[in-house]
T-cell receptor, first 116, second 108 residues
């Protein structure tokens, strides 16, 4: 059981380049999430998917798009990267519907992205 | 005002010490509360949920005061392996809101 996996682990982009961060979970969870973590700011929700086929905006969605490809996979795309998107990106999943009061979120190892 | 606020620390304590972390949240409609642990450059992991009556898990005790919108985490008999950042997390309207974390360093 790998849990939540993310690729790549590290990435350096130039301003204006695009890329997709991949996330997959093997726990048969319904809900999946993308967060970014910046120094001194805590994790902030970018997008989430309560179930296969649905996606919703979180706190900081601008500059990002997501795709819930199937129940296992949830990808995050940066169409035109900006230096402000330099961050650590975490994917997470939970068993129940998004934000259920007792849902435990399981996180992937993170992607460290630098935009020059 | 941040929705979830924590003292960023760092807290530097000797092994065996008792240390307490505090957290305040701004939205009185918050539904549930958690403490996560994050090791350096790793992903966050759930440490414990926080229940209204308070709850204990071994050396860890969590308390919730809804009237004051305040959450605490007490660690007794600190171990070197407790060194990490502790994240206070609040469920608001179905979304998890994370504090910026409190860094703990336990020294021999």
């Amino acid at each position: 059981n790998a849990g939540v996996t993310q690729t790549p682990k590290f990435q350096v982009l130039k301003t204006g380049q695009s890329m997709t961060l991949q996330c997959a979970q093997d726990m048969n969870h319904n809900s999946m999430y993308w967060y970014r973590q910046d120094p001194g700011m805590g994790l902030r929700l970018i997008y989430y998917s309560a179930s296969e086929g649905t996606t919703d905006k979180g706190e900081v969605p601008n500059g990002y798009n997501v795709s819930r490809l199937n129940k296992r996979e949830f990808s995050l795309r940066l169409e035109s990267a900006a230096p402000s998107q330099t961050s650590v990106y975490f994917c997470a999943s939970s068993e129940g519907i998004a934000g259920g009061p007792t849902d435990t979120q399981y996180f992937g190892p993170g992607t460290r992205l630098t935009v020059l | 005002r941040k929705e979830v606020e924590q003292d960023p620390g760092p807290f530097n304590v000797p092994e065996g010490a008792t240390v307490a972390f505090n957290c305040t949240y701004s939205n009185s409609a918050s539904q549930s509360f958690f403490w996560y642990r994050q090791d350096c450059r790793k992903e966050p992991k759930l440490l414990m949920s926080v229940y209204s009556s308070g709850n204990e898990d071994g050396r860890f005790t969590a308390q919730l005061n809804r009237a004051s919108q305040y959450i605490s985490l007490l660690i007794r008999d600190s171990k070197l392996s407790d060194s990490a950042t502790y994240l206070c997390v609040v469920n608001q309207g179905g979304k998890l809101i994370f504090g910026q974390g409190t860094e703990l360093s336990v020294k021999p």
